[in-house]
């Protein structure tokens, strides 16, 4: 079959007067679908439940975005009776039509880019250029994995038969009904990307989306639905991960698990996942994406603009609300005093505000949870650094809260230790590359880490010995492309997946070898 190679989708150009126009006109309409209701979508036939949950805008909590119908263990049970069914067909379906299925939808997003950009601006917060990428990824992922599951397909060609003895065949085959956990903090690019990747492997899933962002969730299905995908290869569950999640994830007719969210969620369902519950006749395959404490390295002779803009882009970027954000700068002490002048320089300059505004760089955080965990934060920051920027935050009609910077941190104090998932940046002294470097890994986690320097062999010792899943040399830790930087860490920070990879889809397959004599 004749498909172009495969490229990233190209951010928008906002310098462009009519992107902007479409934009703002596309944040119109999502104004006009507020207090829309929406229903579960569980075998292609849309239920809609008498307990609901409201989303609201983060940057202002009296907006009502959408009113979700959730499930209860009732629509769960007859989710997975429609996906248990649908498997039967959907696993029997050529890879190619499956594939098919993701291009399309990635068309589909592409023509509706703007639609989804705004609605994350709406429903997470996410800055103009924040909510662009995430479209971009997710058609990146659509487009990825169809690819992706082309050249699976072609895994027989490497098996091989003895002549006048055998024929031999070897085939990947899906493993069955599974669920789909993702993370609000890339409501559509992770969630498609999670999704896409099982369904276009052949398993039929249960979507249960994170409860902030479940209106862009909805869209998606319908996307899929759009594209041609049949009833019942996935069913929309919105519900509370406390308690339908965790229905979900204890069933014995559930074969696999794919989550992206904290250690503790991530963890916890691990350990659940591990147990053999009655009338289970397999070992639940887990994977799952988890946090990081992301670190940036500043070597003595690197260049100091752009390791303070590396610093300060990673760390504010979406408010420090990604996996990878850079929450801890690792300094040389010859040229720390610069760098913390630098950083304080530029993340004064950030704006922040309500990301509907083209020029908002740091928007609201996504909850009262989030406002509360990260301010609490700031107070521990207090006690154990010396603030250089920000602390203040204010929530009376968004979560917004100052980027905020604190220098002198201890190496294993809580603000270089722990996951915080908000705009707040631990700056720390070391006295030689490689102290920078045994700080650097001295954390539960191992997700993203920079190093910014001149001396080629520190840059190679790094290569070597940051311990990291993605490790970016002279530049920031976030941005990760599908098909170019194929993402997810290690240690706690997850089980070794990495999405936008090639070994990605044959997580969710099983390897089938076919003997025929002959
Ligand atoms: P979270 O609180 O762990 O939630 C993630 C998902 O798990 C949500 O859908 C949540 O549902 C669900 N959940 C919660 N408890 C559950 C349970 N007992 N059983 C089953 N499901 C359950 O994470 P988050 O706040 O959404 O996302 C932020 C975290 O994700 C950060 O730690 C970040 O580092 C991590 N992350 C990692 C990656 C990566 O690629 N490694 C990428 C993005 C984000 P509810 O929303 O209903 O609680
Ligand atoms: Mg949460």
New binding site residues.
Partial sequence: MAIYPYQTNPLTDFSNEDAVKKYQRALEDIRALAGKTYPLIIGGTAIMTEKTMTSVNPANKKEVIGVLSQASIKEADLALEKALETFETWKKTPASVRADVLFKAANIIKRRRFFFNALMTKEAGKPWIEADADTAEAIDFLEYYGRQMLELERIDDKVLSRPDLERNSYTYIPLGVGVI??????PLA?LTGMTSAAVVTGNTVLL?????TQVIAYHFVKVMEEAGLPAGVINFVP????EI??Y??NHPKIRFVS????????V??YE?AAIVQKGQIWLKRVIA????KDAIIVDDDADLDLAAESIVKSAFGFSG????ACSRAIIHERVYDTIVKKVKGLTEMLKVGNPEDQQTFVGPL?DHG?FKKVTEYIAIGHTEGTLVTGGTFDDSTGYFVKPTVFKDLSHTSRLMQE?I?GPVLALSKVSSFEEALVVANNTEYG?TGAVISNNRMHLEMARADFHVGNLYLNRKCTGALVGYQP???FNL??TDSK?GGPDYLVLHMQGKSVTEQL
């Fill in positions: 956990i993702p993370p609000w903090n890339f992770i249960k989306p994170a409860s902030t519900g509370k991960g406390s999640g965790e979900i994830i989550f992206t969210g904290s250690k503790d969620v991530g916890h369902i659940r994406e988890m946090g990081g609300q990604k996996c990878s996504n989030a996951e998932f997700l993402f997810g860490g920070s997850g999405a």
